[in-house]
Nanobody, 123 residues
Framework: VQLQASGGGLVQAGGSLRLSCAASGYTFSSYAMGWFRQPPGKEREFVAAISWSGGSTVFADSVKGRFSIFRDNAKNTLYLQMNSLKPEDTAVYYC?????????????????WGQGTLVTVSS
């Protein structure tokens, strides 16, 4: 299993970014996926998750209404659309695969992780 996250960068507060996570080495369309992030000097935290079909999603309270998660199973790619970004969204963002079809907000329930992509939001 390989997960390659990309799309991070420097953006001003109020701006938008779209992260991508390209998956390979397994049947992407069968399993749930998630995004987590680790702010500087803090613990990793849950951001969003999506079921195998995309029919179910869940978000951390801190990003509800601003972020959306979706997937393209034909392209084996997971996305995180981030709008109205705030300085507190600054973090390394990780995509992760959960070897089950249903979603979870718990990082220990994910089996494979990408390398992370840095998002920096300036005030």
């Amino acid at each position: 299993v390989q997960l390659q996250a990309s799309g991070g960068g420097l953006v001003q507060a109020g701006g938008s970014l779209r992260l991508s996570c390209a998956a390979s080495g397994y049947t992407f369309s069968s399993y749930a996926m998630g995004w987590f992030r680790q702010p500087p000097g803090k613990e990793r935290e849950f951001v969003a998750a999506i079921s195998w079909s995309g029919g179910s999603t869940v978000f951390a309270d801190s990003v509800k209404g601003r972020f959306s998660i979706f997937r393209d199973n034909a392209k084996n790619t997971l996305y995180l659309q981030m709008n109205s970004l705030k300085p507190e969204d600054t973090a390394v963002y990780y995509c992760a695969e959960r070897s089950k079809a249903t979603i979870s907000d718990r990082d220990y329930e994910y089996d494979f992780w990408g390398q992370g992509t840095l998002v920096t939001v300036s005030s």
